[in-house]
């Protein structure tokens, strides 16, 4: 099982960003699956979870809420398209997929995870 985060890059505060996960040796219809991120110093933090059918969305963290959207496409591949990005946004983004049927903010749920996609925005 392997998930693959890309998408990062350096864009200037207010620009925008889509971050892609994909998957393989799993189906991300069969998952619950999220994005979370860290930034230096600080521990993982919940960014946004969708489950198994890509219809039901946990609430997104308070500090992405209104510019952060997740979704997930049938070619087994979940974004996170991000927008009015912030510099308190700079952290390095994980994907990543649960066993669980219901989309989870705690990162201890999660079975696998991918590398992580580093996301500077400068001010």
């Known amino acids: 099982v392997q998930l693959q985060a890309f998408g990062g890059g350096l864009v200037q505060a207010g620009g925008s960003l889509r971050l892609s996960c994909a998957a393989s040796?799993?189906?991300?219809?069969?998952?619950?699956t999220g994005w979370f991120r860290q930034a230096p110093g600080k521990e993982r933090e919940f960014v946004a979870a969708?489950?198994?059918?890509?219809?039901?969305?946990t609430p997104y963290a308070d500090s992405v809420k209104d510019r952060f959207t997740i979704s997930r496409h049938t070619n087994n591949t979940m974004y996170l398209q991000m927008n009015n990005l912030k510099p308190e946004d700079t952290a390095i983004y994980y994907c990543?997929?649960?066993?669980?049927?219901?989309?989870?903010?705690?990162?201890?749920?999660?079975?696998?995870w991918g590398q992580g996609t580093l996301v500077t925005v400068s001010s």
């Open positions: 969708i489950n198994w059918s890509g219809g039901v969305i």
């Open positions: 990543a997929a649960s066993t669980t049927d219901w989309p989870r903010r705690n990162p201890s749920e999660y079975n696998y």
């Open positions: 040796g799993l189906t991300f219809s069969r998952y619950a």
